[in-house]
């Protein structure tokens, strides 16, 4: 099942400890950039599995890549 972000972008991060499924294209990345690194400092005590696809037009417009694989 795949939702929009509704309302709370974001809000699941503060919830139980679900999986979930990021899918972003180019410039949309910004907004899980925030969430990625609340996300990390909350790994470790969720045990959460984040599997994250962020899909560019080309290469060179990967500009946060390092920041995502970080």
């Given at each position: 099942t795949v939702w929009g972000p509704y309302g709370s972008f974001g809000h699941v991060l503060d919830e139980e400890a679900?999986?979930?499924?990021?899918?972003?294209?180019?410039?949309?990345?910004?907004?899980?950039?925030?969430m990625l690194q609340h996300a990390q400092r909350q790994e470790s005590h969720t045990g959460r599995r984040i599997d994250f696809f962020w899909t560019v037009?080309?290469?060179?417009?990967?500009?946060?890549?390092?920041?995502i694989e970080q």
């Open positions: 679900i999986d979930l499924i990021w899918v972003a294209g180019g410039i949309g990345v910004t907004p899980f950039l925030d037009a080309k290469a060179e417009d990967a500009v946060y890549l390092e920041e």
